[in-house]
């Protein structure tokens, strides 16, 4: 019969509940232990960093390692019935005992003279060691426990001198010394004592439990820390924290200078055998309350919780199988730990099992093994692969590809990919052969390496080409676009492209786009831009500018202007690398793209050189273009412009071109007569401003009442509004005429206004200008000495000469002496040079 399991989670049910990751691993004691436990059974233990210590119920004290092996020669025969409880100093030298048989034994595990063995006739359930006990020159000091707490020490003399630390508070059923401190429990709770200051810290009472005695439970202590005590006694836990006391405090009153904080207390739902730090967490060994149905005990539980002020919250629970466990009660297990290590090792009487927080590897198993992949991945990536021995990246993340491709999680599987064969060529052109084996290598295609420098064998890329050829036409196009054409064969390609459209009926559209973009990357440019405009698609003019193909689509341009006239236009006009005489001659054809082409080429290059057949064109196509376009350019034949206007009728050009030509009367004529537009009427003769015009428009609006309104409205600034009321037939009926009247002479005497306010300003200017001559002529002029005669060009004035002339200046500026102008000359020889014959 194989051996039962060391620990079963509880977190498993028969509904398959997803389990939670264990925080311990647990290994079986084995080696010497079990031999020893088959003929007898374990009463205690205590571990060291060094070795540990198995007490027997037949009084026997072995000394194994930690793999469970005796250490020869250290087996101690120490008491007659059962150990009680052991005690190791700090170091690892010495081993302390004690037993109901009332003997304790102190061994040496180097020196047997300081071996001895005392007998105190009392049943003895505890001793603990002096943590020093080994230091050279110290007082060597242990406690013992029965009815009172007892100090011993042992001078250099070797003689022992008890003192009694406590006593009259019930039997002391369990001890722990750590540093200065020291706790024990008797039937009335936990004392914590200062062994410095000699002095109790205080005690931690125990409550009744209703139907229960707790002397019948083993009161388990344990030191965390220096200052941390952990106390799980019957069903309660309290985590105690040794403290100073503030120094008001310790002035106002005669107290000892710490004391025992209890900072959490809280119930379990089981019995509790043993108790333990775990980093931040407390591991707690329990027995069940509850019994099964034979009336035997259940399995004991490891449980790690985290604690709170009074509660605590259940993190992981573990059921061990212990051999024999069905026997036992929850004073027969016993826990004890290695606090530099975490690990922990339970003991039942025929059992020892070892359990130790899950390392890296541990942990990373426990993944794959419950098929948590991604989790095992991920610690390998957060650590970097760092402390882990027996695992990967690469290793963890194939079992993980081969589970999700054997799940058919395709998409995922080639995700997974980047994140484990990153650049690593040799693994992608390994494990894609997987993905192609079940036709999936459309899944890991947006993920495999596509950069030059990493590229895969080229193969694998012609693989996924082609599967996406047969299975997915509009991903085959996508990866042609987005690939680098150097990862595959071209031409291969193209073979298969047009192999398969030989068989296929649909979607070859797309497959004829693939092939207008392939046969652009082995630079068969005519054939691409043929396929394109087969199929009508745009991305033909990104071709032609990416590869500068003008020269190329002189024969394509009228299908290029029917597929995209707005971009055709756009790229002759960009390069101008066909010339517009080119251009014109090859849309001739069609004189609709001609307009488009000449429209949008008049705008960049107003140079005039196609108004001639623009204004044809403009006729035909665009006749709201038209006028505006006659009035700007300059640069086509007006007669010929009038002609097309008359051919097509449109009167508003017509109108436009006869007045340029100075035929103003016809112009006025159409106005009147075909366009019938009184308002555009006035405005021409406006414009033209001609007396003759305006008569012609009088004569032909007088026999019109509505006419003769607007012009009674309009003439009053530009003609003699005596001429037009003159010319109205007697009772004729003229619409509005009160305000037209009333208009017409507001303007008549405004234009008079303007008139006689113009003069003033013209005839005050005239005076002003006058006064302003006559003072400036008025003024004197100065005569420096730079200035020179205008005739013989010596200076007017010379401060040295003593010859004294008159100086004749004028209102030119221009200075001359006396002497240097002719006889009875008035004028400036400069301003008016005498003639020959005037001299």
């Not at 426990?145 to 042992?154: A, I, N």
């Not at 993190?315 to 826990?335: F, P």
Request: aromatic residues 10%; proline residues 3%.
């Amino acid at each position: 019969m194989s051996e039962p399991s060391v620990n079963e989670s509880s977190t498993t049910s028969d509904t398959e509940e997803e389990e939670i990751e264990p925080k311990l691993k647990y290994i079986r004691l084995s080696n010497d232990i079990q031999s020893i436990l088959l003929k007898s059974a374990a009463t205690c233990i205590c571990v060291h960093p060094k070795f540990i210590c198995i007490g027997s119920h037949w009084g026997i004290i072995h000394v194994l390692d930690h793999q469970g092996n005796n250490i020869v020669g250290k087996e101690l025969k120490a008491h007659t019935v059962g150990v009680n409880q052991i005690s190791i100093d700090a170091n690892g030298e010495f081993i302390a005992t004690c037993s109901d048989d009332g003997k304790i034994f102190i061994h040496s595990l180097f020196n047997k003279e300081n071996n001895f063995t005392l007998n105190v006739g009392r049943l003895l359930k505890t001793i603990s060691l002096d943590p020093n006990y080994n230091k050279f020159g110290n007082t060597k000091r242990f406690i013992l426990g029965d009815d009172k707490l007892t100090l011993y020490e042992r001078n250099f003399l070797g003689s022992l001198k008890p003192s009694i630390l406590c006593e009259s508070e019930g039997f002391v059923r369990s001890l722990c010394w750590n540093g200065n401190f020291v706790a024990w429990s008797n039937d009335t709770g936990v004392r914590v004592f200062d062994m410095t200051a000699r002095c109790s810290l205080g005690l931690i009472k125990w409550e009744e439990h209703k139907g229960l005695s707790i002397e019948k439970f083993r009161c388990n202590l344990r030191w965390s820390d220096a200052r941390t005590l952990l106390i799980g006694w019957v069903d309660t836990v309290r985590v105690c924290i040794i403290r100073k006391r503030s120094n008001i405090e310790l002035a106002n009153k005669n107290l000892p200078e710490y004391l025992v904080d209890p900072v959490s207390t809280f119930q379990t739902e089981f019995y509790i055998s043993g108790i333990a730090p775990l980093d931040q967490q407390l591991v707690l060994l329990g027995c069940s309350k509850e019994l099964d149905d034979d009336q035997k005990s259940l399995r004991p539980q490891l449980y790690i919780v985290e604690y709170r002020d009074n509660d605590y919250t259940d993190i992981c629970t573990d059921s061990l199988s212990l051999r024999g466990y069905k026997e036992y009660g929850v004073n027969d297990y016993h826990l004890d730990v290695l606090l530099e290590e975490n690990r922990f090792f339970i003991v039942a009487p025929k059992d020892v099992v070892v359990a130790s927080p899950y390392d890296l590897d541990d942990r990373i198993q426990w993944f794959i093994q419950h098929k948590k992949f991604e989790e095992a991945l991920d610690i390998l990536i957060k650590h970097d692969s760092r402390g882990v021995k027996n695992y990967s990246i690469q290793t963890v993340g194939i079992n993980y590809l081969d589970h999700l491709l054997f799940n058919q999680m395709y998409d995922k599987a080639g995700k997974l990919c980047v994140k484990i064969f990153q650049n690593q060529t040799n693994l992608w052109e390994e494990q894609i052969y997987k993905f192609a084996a079940v036709h999936q290598l459309r899944s890991v295609s947006p993920y495999i390496p596509r950069s030059i420098n990493s590229k895969l064998n080229m193969h694998i890329y012609e693989m996924i080409l082609y599967e996406y050829l047969k299975l997915d036409c509009q991903g085959f196009l996508n990866i042609v676009k987005e690939w680098d054409p150097r990862l595959y064969n071209i031409c291969a390609v193209i073979n298969a492209v047009l192999g398969h459209l030989m068989t296929c009926n649909n979607d070859t559209d797309v497959y004829l786009e693939a092939l207008a973009i392939l046969y652009s990357y082995e630079k068969k440019y005519k054939k691409s831009l043929t396929m394109y405009l087969k199929l009508k698609h745009k991305d033909v003019f990104t071709l032609i500018q990416k590869h500068n193909l003008y020269d190329s689509i002189h024969d394509m341009l009228p299908g290029l202007m029917d597929l995209d006239y707005k971009k055709t236009v756009a790229l002759l006009l960009e390069k101008n690398s066909i010339h517009p005489e080119t251009i014109v001659e090859l849309l001739k054809t069609n004189e609709f793209h001609l307009y488009r082409y000449l429209d949008e080429y008049d705008k960049k290059n107003p140079k005039g050189e196609y108004h001639r057949e623009l204004v044809r064109l403009y006729a035909i196509y665009d006749r709201d273009k038209l006028l505006n376009f006659l009035k700007k350019s300059d640069y086509y034949p007006i007669q010929e412009a009038l002609d097309i206007c008359q051919k097509e009728k449109y009167y508003p050009e017509m109108v436009y071109l006869l007045g340029i030509i100075g035929d103003t009367k016809e112009a006025l004529e159409l106005i009147i007569k075909e366009l019938k537009d009184m308002h555009h009427a006035i405005r021409f003769c406006q414009e033209h401003d001609d007396q003759e015009l305006w008569n012609d428009l009088i004569n032909n609006s007088v026999d019109k009442p509505e006419y003769i309104n607007y012009l009674l409205q309009s003439i009053g600034t530009y003609v003699d509004p005596t001429t037009l009321i003159q010319k109205i037939k007697d009772d004729t009926v003229i619409p509005g005429l009160k305000n037209a009247l009333v208009k017409m002479l507001y303007q008549y005497n405004l234009q008079v206004s303007v008139q006689e306010g113009c003069k003033k300003i013209l005839m005050s200017d005239y005076f002003n200008l006058q006064q302003r001559l006559v003072k400036v002529q008025q003024k004197g002029i100065s005569v420096i000495e730079e200035v020179v005669c205008g005739a013989c060009h010596r200076k007017i004035t010379e401060k040295d000469s003593t010859r004294i002339c008159n100086i004749m200046l004028f209102n030119c500026k221009h200075a001359f002496h006396d002497q240097c102008l002719p006889e009875g000359s008035m004028t400036c020889g400069i301003c008016y040079p005498l003639k020959k014959n005037d001299s």
